[in-house]
């Protein structure tokens, strides 16, 4: 069974730093595509960033381009998202996602 589990979440004031994980298990790591969505409260998911297998190849949304990025260790089966100059805008749950499964989220917050 695939899983996925994020951690690294947690309240920061603006123009901070999180890293965020995403453990993986039940499946071949280094086989998949991978991403990080984030959800606002009342709304859908909204893409954010993404990973190819290999770990060569990432998109970002505007919104976090140059302020965000990700990376894979096909080692550790592990991803993460380095969040760095974090905004207030930056607050919701974030997700991991691969081959359509989805962790359980982890919350960010940005406030002062």
């Known amino acids: 069974e695939m899983q996925l589990v994020e951690s690294g979440g947690g309240s920061v004031q603006p123009g901070g730093s999180l890293r965020l994980s995403c453990a993986c298990s039940?499946?071949?790591?280094?086989?998949?595509?991978l991403a990080w969505v984030r959800q606002y409260p009342g709304k859908g998911p909204d893409w954010i960033s993404y990973?190819?297998?290999?770990?060569?190849?990432?998109t970002y949304a505007d919104s976090v381009k140059g302020r965000f990025a990700i990376t894979k260790d096909n080692v550790r089966n592990t991803m993460y998202l380095q969040m760095n100059d974090l905004k207030p805008e930056d607050t919701a749950v974030y997700y991991c996602?691969?081959?359509?499964?989805w962790g359980q989220g982890t919350q960010v917050t940005v406030s002062p």
């Open positions: 039940g499946f071949t790591f280094g086989d998949y595509d």
């Open positions: 990973i190819n297998s290999v770990g060569d190849s990432t």
């Open positions: 996602n691969a081959n359509g499964v």
